[in-house]
């Protein structure tokens, strides 16, 4: 049985969502392993939008067992205000169909007052964070003084470990110059929803040993992309996990031979919000037209997301980080209209040609692509449903992309609407 994990190739907003719920219909159970509500899915059905941030983006489909890993981490006065906005619009949301993990980290104020104060210390080199408080509870975790959800089933310990963390916490808030946080409050805080949290819990590893055994389907749910990755991405300015295939397993409580299909959400041309190197940025009419056409705006915080020409020397280097049997090459509609289009093909930096993207945040900086120039199509793509509605060139800018990642396009991605897809190869199936 062939599970499958999706992964973003570039710096997020890849499609995930969409390409997830589509594929959800395949499998069984759908899996987030990573990130928290930084993210924000969107997927379109029959012309209504879902908002995803926490909840798996197969929640939406009847049947599934959505399930939230333990390498999330959870803010749970987000995740209820998440389960109620979909339930107002007809969403069943019930312990029987989403499970969080007893072993996720929860996300507490103190966090998010933290990533902002850290935000502002920053000054010029701020890394543009969702301001959701992700950076500080995995820096919590790691530091082991984490609040995780199984600590709601036991207040007296909840309440020790919380004055410990905001004994430790306040200090450095109070040296930024910002108000302290109250252990009272965040402790009245979390009992007020402890026995709503609480009634999804549950022993994730063993839930999906036990689909795993009875042969049942599991797509993992990335989040975030492959250059927003902590360690593989373009470090600092990165979110803080790993956003890579490998994390699937980490992050839910499965072996690595539980992911035989690596499928990494690849967008046509690429953007990235928040700040950070971008070798391929087109800060100029073409990033504006991208940006208009692909309505490039953060589902999260609303912010404009910078828009450049495709960098298949960042996709080939994902590709073989993650392992990646194929791709879903997604917005493809937003190129239409363009005379020529430009692939980055490999990168100079002072005198040499490199066809990898250094470590080095100053490397980073300083490449400069090389830019191979394909002729464009002028007729729409929009919706297209079949490989043989696609215009020639169009066709053949598909195909190069193939040849320079060293990867094939498993799925097509033509709109936002979730049956605007063209399947070229089922990820489920060996
Ligand atoms: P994610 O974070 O990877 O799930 O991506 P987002 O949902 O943040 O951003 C992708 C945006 O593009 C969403 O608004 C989708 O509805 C939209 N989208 C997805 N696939 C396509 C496509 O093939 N064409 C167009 N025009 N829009 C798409
Ligand atoms: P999805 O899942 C795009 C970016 C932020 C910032 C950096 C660190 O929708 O693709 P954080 O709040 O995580 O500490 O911010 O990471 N970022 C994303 N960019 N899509 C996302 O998620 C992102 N999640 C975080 O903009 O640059
Ligand atoms: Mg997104």
């Given at each position: 049985m062939s599970n499958v994990a999706v992964i973003g190739s570039?710096?997020?907003?890849?499609?995930k969502g969409k390409i997830v719920d589509w594929l959800s219909s395949r499998a069984d159970v759908v899996v987030r392993f990573q990130g928290g509500h930084n993210a924000g899915h969107t997927l379109v059905i029959d012309g209504v939008e879902y908002k995803l941030n926490?909840?798996?983006?197969?929640?939406?489909?009847?049947g599934k067992l959505s399930i939230i890993g333990n390498g999330v981490v959870v803010n749970p006065w987000c995740l209820l205000k998440e389960i109620e906005t979909l339930k107002e619009k007809g969403v069943r949301i019930k312990p029987e169909n989403l499970m969080l993990a007893e072993n996720a980290n929860l996300i507490l104020p103190v966090h998010q007052a933290l990533d902002q104060a850290m935000e502002i210390t920053r000054g010029?080199?701020?890394?543009?964070?969702?301001?959701?408080?992700i950076g500080p509870c995995y820096e919590d975790k790691v530091a082991r003084r984490g609040i995780r959800v199984?600590?709601?089933?036991h207040p007296e310990l909840l309440k020790e470990k919380l004055t410990k963390m905001m004994f430790h916490h306040n200090i450095l808030l109070k040296g930024m110059g910002v108000d302290p946080v109250d252990v009272e409050a965040t402790y009245d805080k979390l009992m007020e929803i402890s026995a709503d949290i609480l009634s999804y819990t549950g022993v994730v590893w063993k839930v999906l040993d036990e689909a795993r055994s009875e042969n049942k389907k599991i797509l993992f749910e990335g989040a975030q992309g492959t250059m927003l990755?902590?360690?593989?991405?373009?470090y600092p300015y990165?979110?803080?996990?790993?956003?890579?295939?490998?994390?699937a397993a980490a992050g839910s409580g499965v072996?690595?031979?539980?992911?035989?299909f690596v499928l990494g959400i690849t967008k046509a041309y690429t953007t990235r919000v928040g700040t950070g190197p971008f070798?391929?940025?087109?800060?100029?009419e073409v990033g504006q037209r991208l940006g208009e056409r692909g309505k490039e705006?953060?589902?999260?915080?609303?912010r404009k997301r910078r828009c450049g020409w495709f960098d298949a020397v960042m996709v080939r280097q994902a590709a073989k980080i993650n392992g990646m049997s194929g791709i879903a090459l997604t917005?493809?509609?937003?190129?239409?209209?363009?005379?020529e289009i430009k692939i980055c093909v490999g990168y100079k930096l002072g005198d040499k040609e490199i066809n990898h993207c250094p470590s080095s945040q100053i490397e980073q900086a300083e490449v400069e692509p090389i830019y191979e120039t394909v002729e464009g199509w002028s007729e729409s793509t929009y919706?297209?449903?079949?490989?043989?509605?696609?215009p020639a060139q169009a066709v053949k800018y598909v195909r190069r992309i193939e040849e320079l990642i060293n990867?094939?396009?498993t799925l097509l991605s033509?709109?936002?609407?979730?049956?605007d897809t063209i399947l070229m190869h089922d990820p489920f199936v060996d």
């Open positions: 570039q710096w997020g907003d890849e499609g926490l909840l798996p983006s197969g929640i939406v489909r009847q010029q080199n701020k890394i543009g964070t969702t301001n959701r408080g199984c600590d709601l089933y990755d902590i360690d593989h991405g373009t990165v979110t803080s996990s790993n956003t890579v295939s490998s994390q072996g690595p031979d539980a992911v035989k070798p391929t940025e087109q800060d100029n705006f953060g589902t999260n915080t609303g917005k493809l509609d937003v190129l239409d209209g363009l005379d919706g297209a449903r079949s490989w043989a509605e696609l990867t094939p396009v033509t709109s936002p609407e979730r049956d």
